[in-house]
């Protein structure tokens, strides 16, 4: 039998959701630059789905969003949680429109791998553990990036920058030997060296998220 040249089958794919919480395309654009400056080179060419369930004004300018987000090398996949008039525009503008009721209902998948990495990361290393978790045997230089699907374990110092629950987990940790870290980051929450010192009292320590916000607790050692 010949082999057709196309077939249409389910599937699922994690996306990152990007909420817009306001109409000012210029404030959006200032804290945009600032999160891409963070980890650039872990958000070019992302796919995103916008959420734009607090946007309500129906004269939105959404065409000017999605040049905004083409101009950082991110890819708009689609919108969810918008208002009759700004789903037209998408429409027009060729962007899906996703619905968020069964999205906003499903947990997030669990890790399942483990990546293990016996070595130091140096700086301008790059380390990524896709759907699972990341463990370093070693230490985390200043200027050296892990992040992981899942959560983080690092035996040795963390000086750069640890991102867990990079697809949205919420559940995801991140825990080091020596919390001195340059930013920590679940499912898009951070903190900078600052707020680290500032809650932290402790040289290791477990880094969770608590609704929106990120704690720190001490280790048991």
């Not at 077939?7 to 909420?19: I, M, Y």
């Not at 070019?44 to 065409?63: C, F, H, Q, S, W």
């Not at 890790?111 to 301008?124: D, L």
């Not at 500032?198 to 050692?221: D, F, M, Q, Y």
């Amino acid at each position: 039998m010949q082999t057709p040249s196309l077939e249409l089958k389910g599937s699922s794919f994690t996306l990152s959701v990007l909420h817009i919480n306001q109409v000012d395309l210029e404030k959006v654009t200032i804290e945009l630059d600032s999160k891409l400056a963070i980890a650039p080179q872990f958000f070019i060419g992302a796919p995103l789905v916008v959420n734009l369930g607090r946007i309500k004004d129906t004269e939105y300018n959404l065409a000017a969003l999605k040049d905004l987000l083409i101009s950082r090398q991110l890819v708009v996949v689609g919108i969810t949680a918008a208002i009759n008039a700004i789903s037209a525009q998408a429409k027009s503008l060729g962007l899906a429109i996703i619905k968020s009721g069964k999205q906003s209902q499903t947990q997030p998948l669990l890790p399942k791998t483990t990546k293990i990495v016996k070595q130091n990361v140096r700086s301008g290393q790059q380390i990524y553990a896709k759907d699972g978790d990341l463990v370093i045997v070693g230490t985390v230089g200043n200027g050296a990036e892990v992040i992981a699907d899942g959560s983080i374990h690092i035996y040795g110092n963390l000086r750069g920058k640890a991102m867990a629950g990079a697809s949205g987990d919420k559940h995801a940790v991140i825990i080091a030997r020596a919390l001195e870290a340059e930013l920590v980051s679940i499912a898009g929450q951070y903190w900078l060296a600052e707020n680290i010192q500032l809650n932290s009292t402790t040289k290791g320590g477990c880094v969770r998220l608590e609704g929106e916000s990120l704690t720190i607790e001490a280790l048991p050692l």
